[in-house]
């Protein structure tokens, strides 16, 4: 079945350095995918999606790229910020058989000190 | 403001009690969803619904039950039936079945 699979964390970065949190699926066709964040003792929040191949998603300073050869949406920033400490859950959503069933990896959390 | 609410974000319960988690949107969304996260998991989907008065079974159905009566509410009861039922409880919502998934903030439920 479909799955995703995210770089195992926590990850800990000093503010202002680069951020690569990768995230790899496995799927039949063609799905959709998305970065949520979750902060502390809250909901998840859409952070950007992507639904087809060569798609960038971006917001907040977040990019992430649909790369259909090599399965990946990896989620980078350039320069990160201590409010950026959260953890964050690549997902996919693709149709089968009528079926839209959103499929989270584990998630990673981001630690960013001063 | 439109959004999703989650009542209440803290919940506590005696073992072998049934309680109910409310979710209710003002997104005028077709669809709802309820999810299961635990620490260092993400989340499987419990029930979702894509219309008012159907519902249909995720992936960790057993021990739980929602009504989907209104297209604004879609209560979760979670029952004596459910082996460990402590956990983050997470409503969503989406226009239809097939668009983006948007979230509540959570009730964390603890059994005692």
């Known amino acids: 079945g479909d799955s995703v699979t995210q770089m195992e964390g926590p990850v800990t970065l000093s503010e202002e350095a680069f951020l690569t949190i990768n995230c790899t699926y496995t799927?039949?066709?063609?799905?959709?995918l998305f970065w949520y964040v979750q902060y502390p003792g809250e909901g998840l929040q859409l952070l950007l999606k992507a639904t087809k191949a060569d798609d960038k998603g971006s917001n907040k300073g977040f990019e992430a790229t649909y790369r259909k050869e090599t399965t990946s949406f990896h989620l980078e920033k350039g320069s990160v910020q201590v409010s950026d400490s959260a953890v964050y859950f690549c997902?996919?959503?693709?149709?089968?058989?009528?079926?839209?069933?959103?499929?989270f990896g584990k998630g990673t959390k981001l630690s960013v000190i001063p | 403001d439109g959004g999703i609410t989650q009542s209440p974000k803290y919940l506590f319960r005696k073992e072998g009690q049934n309680v109910t988690l409310s979710c209710e949107q003002n997104?005028?969304?077709?669809?709802m969803y309820w999810y299961r996260q635990d620490p260092g998991q993400g989340l499987r989907l419990i029930y979702y619904?894509?219309?008012?008065?159907?519902?249909q079974k995720g992936d960790i159905a057993e021990g739980y039950s929602v009504s989907r009566e209104k297209k604004e509410s879609f209560p979760l009861t979670v029952t004596s039936a459910q082996k460990n039922p402590t956990a983050f409880y997470l409503c969503?919502?989406?226009?239809?079945?097939?668009?983006?998934?948007?979230f509540g903030p959570g009730t964390r439920l603890t059994v005692l």
């Open positions: 619904s894509q219309i008012v008065n159907d519902f």
């Open positions: 799927a039949t066709g063609y799905p959709s």
């Open positions: 969503a919502s989406s226009a239809n079945r097939a668009d983006t998934q948007y």
């Open positions: 997902a996919l959503m693709f149709s089968g058989a009528g079926s839209y069933q959103l499929t």
């Open positions: 997104l005028n969304h077709d669809a």
